[in-house]
Antibody, heavy 119, light 107 residues
């Protein structure tokens, strides 16, 4: 069964860049009609969609984060990545990667990784 | 952005109860509405997609209805494993947006 796993630093300093990678296992990232996404969830709040990427590299970003977000994909490693620049405490959250499936829904999720922004 | 408003924000109910959660969109989203269940410390998991379609493996006691701007998720007979927070999410437009959740706990 397809699995996703986030990885990256759990602590980032203010004004620096948050970098996370999602590794897809037991399935290919290079599959038609599926996008791969990042979602974050600040403590005690609802999820916030960050963006989606297709295996070709085509992206859709949340306009509220677009100026600071870059997503990329590495099909040879079956991974996709997130970079968020100029972070502040407001970027502290659990970050999830997920698959955006055929039914326009996030149908498979990683377990999530906690990222704290603090000096 | 399309705003998603969920009510109530929290709900206490007993095992065996029938409960209905509500989600309202700030504009017409047709049937592009998904429901997720999130247990503490876990990732969300989809329970209903496209308003009324049960995700594979989800018990049939879950059902969804609605269209346009008003949607509901009903659990026909609450089980202990159903106590969680439920989020609605619209897939009609970018940015994809979620509601703030309804926390369902034991009465």
């Amino acid at each position: 069964q397809l699995q996703l796993q986030e990885s990256g630093p759990g602590l980032v300093k203010p004004s620096e860049t948050l970098s996370l990678t999602c590794t897809v296992s037991s399935g290919s990232i290079s599959i038609s009609h599926y996008y791969w996404g990042w979602i974050r969830q600040p403590p005690g709040k609802g999820p916030e969609w960050i963006g989606n990427i297709y295996y070709t590299g085509s992206t859709h970003y949340n306009p509220s984060l677009k100026s600071r977000v870059t997503m990329s994909v590495d099909t040879s490693k079956n991974q996709f990545s997130l970079k968020l620049t100029s972070v502040t405490a407001a970027d502290t959250a659990v970050y999830y990667c997920a698959r955006w499936g055929l039914h326009n829904v996030f149908d498979i999720w990683g377990q999530g990784t906690v990222v704290a922004v603090s000096s | 952005d399309i705003q998603m408003a969920q009510s109530p924000s929290s709900l206490s109910a007993s095992v065996g109860d029938r409960v209905t959660l509500t989600c309202r969109a700030s504009q017409n989203i047709s049937d592009y509405l998904n429901w997720y269940q999130q247990r503490p410390g876990k990732a969300p998991r989809v329970v209903i997609f496209a308003t009324s379609n049960l995700e594979s493996g989800v018990p049939v006691r879950f059902s969804g209805t609605g269209s346009g701007t008003h949607f509901t998720l009903t659990i026909s007979s609450l089980q202990p494993e159903d106590y969680a927070t439920y989020y609605c999410q619209q897939s009609y437009a970018i940015p994809r947006t979620f509601g703030q959740g309804t926390k369902l706990d034991i009465k």
